[in-house]
C-alpha cells in the first residue's frame, strides 16, 4: 500500500440535473431544475452537468434541455455542462451555450446499443466529428467511459478494456477523461488502481471519476479514487438518480455527502454544505420520496441535538455542562 496523497482541494462536479433526474418517473418541473442549478452554482459548486441534449423520447426528462440552457442565470466561473450521445446532441448544446460537452460510449456493444443505439465503433467514428465541432466552438471537451466496473449484460468489464478507450479518447483530443462507474459496481481496489494508471498513462489529461452508490461503496470509491489523486469527483444533489437495472437502489453518491465527508477531512471544496441541504430538501418535497443522502437524513455530524427536558430539571450548571460534554463525544 502505497502512502496516502490525498489532494488538499477537490472540485465536486453535480449532476443531478442530468444523471439523477434521467430515470426518475416523475418529470422534474423546468422551474425547480432551474432553481436547484442556480442555489448549487450559488452555494459554491463550480461545475454543473446542467442537462443532457438526447432524444426527449428516450430521455423525457431532459427534453427542456434547451429551455433550462436559456433560463439559468449564470454564475461568473461557474461552468454549465451538458452530456451528448451523438452529433446532433453536441451541436444542440453548443447553440444553448454550454460551457463543455461530455460524450458518452460504455465500454460493451450491447449496452452502448441500448443506451446510444449504436455499437462502441460507430459511436467513436461519431466522436470524431463531435470532437471537430465542439473543439471548434471553444468549449471543453470530455470522453466518459461509462461501465468502466461492469456491465449489466456481460458482467465483469476488463481493466485493459478501460485504458483501451481512454487511450482512444486522448488520440480524439479531449480535454478530459471521465472514469465511469455507471452501476455502482466498483470498488474502492479497483477504482484507485485504474484512476492511478489513467494518471500515470496520461498524465496530460485530466480526469474526472464518475460514482455511483448502487451498492453501498460510493464514498469508499471516492476516498479510493481521491488517494490515486483524483481531484475532480461527480456527484448529485440529494443523491439522485436511481438505476433502472436495479429497482430501488440509490444513484450517484449524493453531492451533500461527499461535501460533509471533505469538510470533516479538512479537504477544501469551496462549497456550502448547509445551503446544499436546503437544496436537497426542496429536491425532496418536490419528489415526495426520501432521498439516498445521509446527511439528508441525519443531518451533519456535531450537530446538537436539543438536551432532553429530564436533564434540565433545576438548571444544574454542573449536569448541563456535563450534558453538552457527553453530546460532543457521542
Ligand atoms: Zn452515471
Redesign the pocket.
Known sequence: MTAPRMPGKITVRDVAMR?GVQNLKRILPTDLKVELIEGMADAGIQRIEATSFMNPKAVPNTADADEVMRRIRRKPGVRYEALVANLRGAKRAIEAGCDGVQQVISLTDVHNRANVNRSVKQSLEEMKQIAGVVRGAGILFCGAISLATGCPYTGRVPEESVYDLAGKYVDLGVDEIFL?D?MGMGDPARMGRMVGDIRRRWPETSLVV?I?NTRGMGLANAFASMQAGAATLDASLGGL?GCPFAPGASG?VSTEDLVHMLWLMEIETGVDLDALRVLAGKLAEALDTPLFSAVHQAGKSFEKSPVPARLLVGEDERTIQDVDGLAERV
Open positions: 444523471d465511469c455507471s464518475h455511483h438518480g450517484n
